[in-house]
């Protein structure tokens, strides 16, 4: 799982470091450290963290998940014509 912090809107609220501490952690007041490879093990807890952050800071790439419906997956549409 990779994330992304954008640290220009980071606040420093800390909530992503109080729900995942294993991938978050504060420096000094304001500085956040991240594991920006965090462990597929991490994925409930980075998203909490995402949700919670009240700035919406954190960008958790979902594009690497196994289980995501390929393009052929959904559902049937018809094209409309013209008579």
């Given at each position: 799982?990779?994330?992304?912090?954008?640290?220009?809107?980071?606040?420093?609220?800390?909530q992503?470091?109080?729900?995942?501490?294993?991938?978050?952690?504060m420096?000094?007041?304001?500085?956040l450290?991240?594991?920006?490879?965090?462990?597929?093990?991490?994925r409930?807890?980075?998203k909490?963290?995402?949700?919670?952050c009240?700035v919406?800071?954190?960008?958790?790439?979902?594009?690497?998940?196994?289980?995501?419906?390929?393009?052929?997956?959904?559902p049937?549409?018809?094209?409309?014509?013209?008579g």
């Open positions: 799982m990779r994330l992304v912090v954008d640290l220009n809107r980071c606040q420093g609220y800390a992503c470091a109080f729900l995942a501490p294993d991938v978050f952690a420096h000094g007041d304001e500085g450290l991240y594991d920006p490879q965090a462990e597929e093990a991490q409930a807890r980075v909490q963290a995402a949700a919670a009240p919406q800071a954190i960008l958790v790439d979902e594009l690497d998940l196994a289980d995501e419906p390929s393009a052929g997956d959904g049937a549409t018809e094209e409309a014509s013209d």
